[in-house]
Structures are given as structure tokens and as C-alpha cells.
């Protein structure tokens, strides 16, 4: 999948704009403050339905206006021809339609758009909570896997339920029952998630130049149990639950599981965020996101859209060139932004250049 055409309106500084973009790559330039960020802001409300820049929609919502709106037209490579998607959002509503229809779920529209983004808040991936790289690597899983969404939302829902039952003595009572059905999707999961985790490192030899002065890093994924604990092994997990029942029911939430595995990210051993330099930590993170997208895409037909919020200039020259060449490399769309146009345009030289100005691009 990739998108031929982009438009946004009321996303903070954009009151309106448009982009043809290209199938390859695309490089947005302009001065600081001219909505270079927001473009990308308003792409990730389209395929996430949030922003990596704040949880809030209405902090988006371009001030005096109450709705924002980014649409697409996605180009699909595996049935050939193309759609339009797009999504309105207020502050408490969201409004969905994939090809002409209205839909409920942000996950459907997602499904369309995997995208990856990389920006300067990235490293996070690395130094950042457990969280984050959950999120890393379902997102693999999501794009990968069809059922997998379907189980992690059940899981979410199950988790809820129990939860109430720790916090709430008037409902332990089907405490047992929750038990049983959260110990059932812990293998489900956790087998997701291996999977994704394999697909990711063998895809990690795309950023191989990123990674040269580093060595590979060791990914180790946690299950959100003692390591004692097969996650697989249903009786260990009831007997395991039946022993922790009364330490959960003291703290008033559920301690282990899939909502609390991690992925470890070592370097000869080591937590990287131990040993690697600030800009280490960076390469590392965007080496991880490069392959993360690859992973996603089963096949070239199925390529995703990699979008870089100003990244290079934080990376030393060495390190911006070694990732300028992993990217020409890409089947990837990429959409690039940079405040010159110059550096970005003599290293893609057949990219497409637009230029924003005030919230408005304009191809150049
Ligand atoms: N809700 C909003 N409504 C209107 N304008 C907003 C809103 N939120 C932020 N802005 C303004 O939008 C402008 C564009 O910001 P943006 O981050 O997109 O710029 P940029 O081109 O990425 O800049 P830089 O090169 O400095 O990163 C900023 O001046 C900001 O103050």
C-alpha cells in the first residue's frame, strides 16, 4: 500500500492542503514553525488515530475550528486500483470511511496505513517504559497476523473484568472465571509476538549500515511472566495464578501477563540504554523502526509508508549517510521532512519536493 494523494485540513497550523505524493520518495521542506511536523501529525491521526506529538486530538484541532479531517487515496499493490480513506475527528468523536463507507473501528482504517514513523521522541523505543516496545512489536503482529487484533482486544477486555473482580470484593466472585480466560489467550499471544519478534530480526539486516559500528542487537522478548514461567503451559499458569491470587488482590490489579512482557534490547549482553551513547541510542531505535516496517509487509506488494519528522539533523554526518543509503534501498514510501531542501534532494535525487509555507505545500 501507499498513498498517491494526501489531504488535510484544520490540523493546527494547516487550514487546508493537499499533496500529490510519489510512490517512492517525497521530501517536505520549509522554514521552522511551517507546519512540516503538523503534515506528519495529521498522517498519523490517519493511520493511528492519534499523534506522536500529544494524547489530545483537541490540542490538533487548528484553534477557532472544532474538526480536523485527513483523507488519502490509498494505491493498493496486492488487488491493484485504489481507494479513498478518511477520518474526521473532534475532540470527543471520530468520524471513519474506507472507500465510500462508514466504519467504526480506528483498527480497520489502520489496517490500510502502516505507517512508520520516526521522529526525534523515537529514541524512546529504547530508554523509554516497557510499554512502548509492546506496542513495537504488536504492531508487527497487527499487520501481520489477521486474528491478532481481535485477540489483543479480547485480552484487553478480559483484563478489564478482572480487574474490577481484584479491586472490587463484591465481585470476586467470578475472579475464577476471569482467571481462566485471561491463562487462555497468554499462549495465543505470546506465540503472536515470537513470531513477530523472528520476522523483526531477520529484517533488521535491512539497516545493517546503521547498525555497523553498534554489532546487532540481542532482542529478547519477556513473556510478563517469571522467567520460571512457560507461557505456554497452561497448568503452570493456573497453578502460578493460584498462588499469586492473593498478592493481586492486595495491590487491586492484575500483575502478570501479556499486558506486562517487554522486549529487551541488549548489546553484547547489555541493556543498550546501559552502554550506548545518546546518539547510539537514536541510530539503535531507528534501525529497529526501519525493520519494524519491513517486518509488517509480508511481501514488496505489501510495502508500507516510512515518514521522518527531521531526524537527520541530529545524527552526525556519517550516521545521516549510512541512513540516507538505507532508505534509497527501501521499497518503502518514504515522506521526509527537513528544513532545506538541498541536502534531502541531492540524496534522493528522484524524490518529489514539496514545499510548506504557513500550513500550505505546494510542489516545487
Ligand atoms: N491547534 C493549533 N492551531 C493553530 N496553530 C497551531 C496549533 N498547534 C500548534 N500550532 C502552530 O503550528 C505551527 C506549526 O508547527 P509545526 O510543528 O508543524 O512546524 P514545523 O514546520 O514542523 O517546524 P520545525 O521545523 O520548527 O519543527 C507552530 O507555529 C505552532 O505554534
Redesign the pocket.
Known sequence: MWLSKLVVSN????ASTELELAPHANVIY????????????ALAVLSRGRSF?TPRIA???????EELTVSARVEDGVAGGSYPVGISKRSQTSRIRINHADVQQQAELSTHIPLTLIHPGSVELVTGSPSLRRAFIDWIAFYRFADFNSAWRNYQRILKQRNACLRDPKQRYAFPQWTEQLITLQPVLYRYRVQALETLQHDLQISHELLMNLGEPQLQLTSGFPGSINPEDTAQLQQFFREKAEQEQKQGFSLYGAHRADLHILLDGIPAVRVASRGQLKILAVALLLAQSHAAAETDAKRGIIAI??LASELDEQNQQALYNTLRTTQQQLII?G?HHEPLRNRFADARVFH?EH?KASLR
Open positions: 490540523c493546527r497550523i494547516i520549509g522554514n521552522n514553525a511551517s507546519g512540516k511536523s503538523s503534515l506528519l501529525e506529538r490540542e490538533l484541532i487548528k484553534r477557532g475550528e519528522d527531521d521532512t528544513t510548506v500550513g
